[in-house]
């Protein structure tokens, strides 16, 4: 088997542990891990982006499928509507304090793949970030996956500033490679 293959099925089973850890803690509160996804979302991203177009788009799923996760969300009063005062068909989500505390306990679940991830050094940590930052780029060029807020991706990044490897335009600063964005909140679309 290849180099290249072998890469993919590591990811894969990452993938696979992501997914069995998300099973569990959706399990526990009786919801979806789509669901789930959207509790942690919303709990740490800004009200432009707590709109059901955004969450489809951030999820790749159907405006219908994440209607539907929120509908059972809504119902169990873990999210509450503010309707837009120019469209009342439009609104954001925001958490309730039973959906807050869920989003919580449930952001944990990602810890069993972070304690692996610490047995790393800091250099092969670093290295491996910006390799799956560059996969994660080369995905969302080809259209395979969609909103990428990094800073590969973002106007404000320059790959190479008066000889500085990272350089972010907004922060006007060199950064170090653990300083790069994968969720930047002040991202700009290129």
Avoid at 63 to 70: G, H, N, R
Avoid at 135 to 163: A, E, H, K, T
């Amino acid at each position: 088997m290849d180099l290249n293959r072998k890469i993919v099925i590591s990811l894969e089973r990452i993938s696979q542990a992501f997914r069995v850890l998300l099973w569990n803690e959706s399990k526990q509160y009786g919801l979806s891990p789509i669901q789930i996804q959207i509790l942690n979302f919303l709990q740490t991203h800004s009200k432009e982006k707590r709109k059901i177009s955004y969450l489809a788009k951030e999820f790749d799923m159907t405006k219908a499928t994440i209607s539907d996760s929120v509908k059972v969300l809504f119902q169990k009063s873990f999210v509450e509507k503010e309707f837009e005062t120019n469209d009342s068909r439009s609104f954001i989500l925001h958490l309730t304090p039973e959906g807050e505390e869920i989003a919580r306990n449930t952001s944990l679940f990602v810890t069993e793949i972070e304690n692996s991830i610490d047995k790393l050094g800091q250099s092969e940590k670093e290295n491996l970030l910006l390799n799956l930052l560059g996969i994660i780029d080369s995905l969302n060029q080809s259209g395979v996956i969609s909103i990428q807020r990094m800073c590969f991706s973002c106007s404000n990044y320059l790959p190479d500033y008066n000889g500085n490897k990272h350089f972010c335009k907004l922060l006007n600063k060199k950064l170090n490679d653990p300083e790069l964005q994968v969720d930047c909140p002040e991202f700009e679309a290129k």
